[in-house]
């Protein structure tokens, strides 16, 4: 729950499916948005297992948001 609105980096496409790193860590993940290529940001959604569910990151998304 911590991972909880942190954002990750890509390290493998999200189509919708791939593997980002948080915080020195490679997590499963699953795109909420549509397909992201590796080096993008995302933002963390939800986790389920061993998973999370993101979405795309925009600089302009209010940091609140990112809150939950």
Do not use: N
Not at 8 to 19: I, S, W
Not at 40 to 60: A, D, S, T
Request: charged letters at 35%; proline letters at 6%; a negative charge.
């Amino acid at each position: 729950e911590s991972l909880l609105g942190k954002l990750g980096e890509v390290v493998r496409d999200l189509t919708p499916e791939g593997q980002i790193l948080v915080e020195g860590e490679l997590w499963k993940a699953l795109s909420l948005g549509g397909p992201v290529e590796k080096g993008q940001k995302v933002l963390i959604r939800k986790v389920e297992g061993m998973k999370v569910l993101v979405e795309p990151w925009r600089e302009e998304t209010p940091a609140k948001q990112r809150e939950g």
